[in-house]
């Protein structure tokens, strides 16, 4: 957790216990303005700076799918403004976490899968073209066999009439 993050949740715990719930509800509301406005401040860096802000997704087991923005040069220690705010609430019961958890698991194995029957497929498109191909040649055999037949059986008819014609001719 960022330090503004956790500073903040330890501020509203600290209200949580000393205020009545209605001040602790218009103090929650002032700091998720507060928050609102250190998100809109940190984008207008980054909309100066030329930089794009980028939506995270935590796919730790302590805050699945629980989004954040965080530094783009958070990688470089050097560049890094150490800026980090989650942008989802905490999810309240660890049955959903290990849902989300679970789902996420579940939706790697499906990013898997459908990268070998991708494979699959296209190694498959690639065998029905050569069939095709080779249906084609073959076709093509054929269509040539039964030309090549037909020249035979007209030259042969030919050799036949003038067989005949000679034959009239003699007799």
């Given at each position: 957790m960022g330090g503004s993050s956790y500073i903040a949740v330890c501020g509203a715990a600290l209200l949580w216990m000393v205020l009545a719930q209605s001040e602790v509800q218009e103090v929650c509301d002032m700091m998720k303005q507060a928050l609102t406005s250190a998100v809109l401040s940190y984008r207008n860096r980054l909309y100066k700076s030329g930089e794009q802000e980028k939506m995270w997704s935590s796919s730790t087991e302590k805050n699945p799918g629980r989004r954040f923005i965080r530094c783009p040069n958070s990688l470089d220690p050097s560049k890094d403004c150490e800026f980090f705010v989650w942008m989802d609430e905490d999810l309240p019961f660890q049955w959903y976490k290990n849902k989300v958890v679970e789902l996420h698991k579940e939706n790697i194995d499906l990013y898997k899968d459908n990268m070998i029957l991708s494979?699959?497929?296209?190694?498959?498109?690639?065998?029905?073209?050569?069939?095709?191909?080779?249906?084609?040649?073959?076709?093509?055999?054929?269509?040539?066999?039964r030309t090549d037949l037909f020249k035979v059986k007209v030259m042969l008819f030919s050799i036949l009439l003038v067989f005949i014609f000679i034959w009239f001719l003699m007799v």
């Open positions: 494979k699959e497929n296209r190694e498959l498109e690639m065998e029905n073209k050569d069939m095709q191909k080779k249906l084609m040649n073959l076709e093509l055999f054929e269509k040539k066999k």
